[in-house]
């Protein structure tokens, strides 16, 4: 049951970048002063998957990492609220007087600039404030949390859009800036064709679950090994590797899309039926297809000693 008189927020936390962390760190200050428990409210699947499915964004943080990563931040209850037509398709009014004030009688809600709810979006910050005065709560407005990436002089607002947009353009580095973390991708291991095998480099093949899958690419990373997804997500990844993400087009015909990652340890234990969790720490070079079987392999060993090198400089931060 969910505690009543909590500070609450609100929002789909794809990715709980440093825009969400403000958020939640501000409402746990809140919730301290008045001794009262932080709920975050969160919603599952994402509102345009029932909306406009079409228009869906792709998953930054499935269910299990979503909560583990808003529990690090402090929230003490994490409601999830199952989307339907008819909850999405409430008035502001009506969501906040049928579900949010008598379910939770909130004590404040904290949210940023661009907090919308009710039907069509209509509601906002002016509006939940005003019902908040009818029904008793207070609303805090954290303002937008911005970066400057690396290399780049331009300031961008931390957004799950522009976590997406990165990944999407295999910038890897710059969207762990906004994530505050490097990206995570999960999955199990699943057989491959064991060609990295036969070249030296054996490689775990994995099926993700139902995230954005960065840019084809070959990255630098670190993967963490367990017996099931929760302990993926809760985990820290240690174990450094070379990611390859495209199409084996040197040797085979038909290409289908391919998420491999070579350990960069000796004696790496089978990993057939594990999950593994891709930390996604830089970019280092595009696909491409090689032309004998040596050039391949000299360039997986010049891949393999620049993720070594990248890697031991970033654990060594």
Not at 77 to 83: G, M, S, T
Not at 172 to 200: E, N
Request: aromatic content about 6%; hydrophobic content about 40%.
């Amino acid at each position: 049951m969910a505690p009543k008189g909590a500070v609450l927020t609100i929002g789909n936390f794809d990715g709980v970048h440093r825009g969400h962390q403000a958020i939640l760190r501000t409402a746990r200050q809140a919730a301290d002063r008045s001794a009262s428990p932080l709920v975050a409210i969160t919603f599952d699947p994402h509102p345009a998957a029932v909306l406009h499915p079409e228009k869906s964004p792709g998953v930054l943080t499935p269910l299990p990492l979503k909560t583990f990563l808003l529990e690090r931040c402090g929230a003490d209850v994490l409601i999830v609220i199952r989307d339907t037509l008819s909850l999405l398709n409430q008035s502001p009014k009506d969501f906040v007087s049928r579900f949010l004030a008598p379910a939770f009688a909130p004590r404040a809600v904290v949210e940023g600039p661009n907090f919308t709810f009710g039907y069509g979006r209509s509601g906002t910050l002016q509006t939940l404030r005003q019902l908040g005065e009818k029904h008793g709560f207070d609303v805090l407005e954290v303002p937008y949390t911005t970066v400057h990436l690396n290399q780049d002089q331009r300031s961008v607002i931390c957004s799950s859009s522009a976590v997406r947009r990165l990944l999407e353009d295999g910038k890897a580095a710059h969207a762990a800036q906004i994530l505050s973390r490097p990206y995570r991708l999960v999955g199990t291991t699943i057989p491959g064709r064991g060609i990295g095998r036969t070249l030296g480099f054996p490689t775990a093949n994995l099926h993700p679950e139902n995230q954005i899958i960065p840019s084809e690419g070959v990255y630098a990373g670190f993967v963490a090994v367990g017996d099931s997804l929760e302990e993926v997500c809760r985990q820290p990844a240690r174990r450094p590797a070379a990611f390859s993400i495209g199409r084996a087009k040197t040797f085979v015909t038909d290409h289908p899309l391919l998420l491999e990652a070579h350990l960069l340890e000796s004696n790496v234990e089978d990993l057939s039926g594990k999950y593994l969790a891709m930390d996604f720490v830089e970019w280092l070079r595009n696909q491409q297809r090689f032309e004998s079987r040596e050039d391949l392999i000299r360039q997986i060993a010049l891949d393999c000693q620049k993720a070594r090198q990248i890697l031991s400089d970033s654990s060594g931060r």
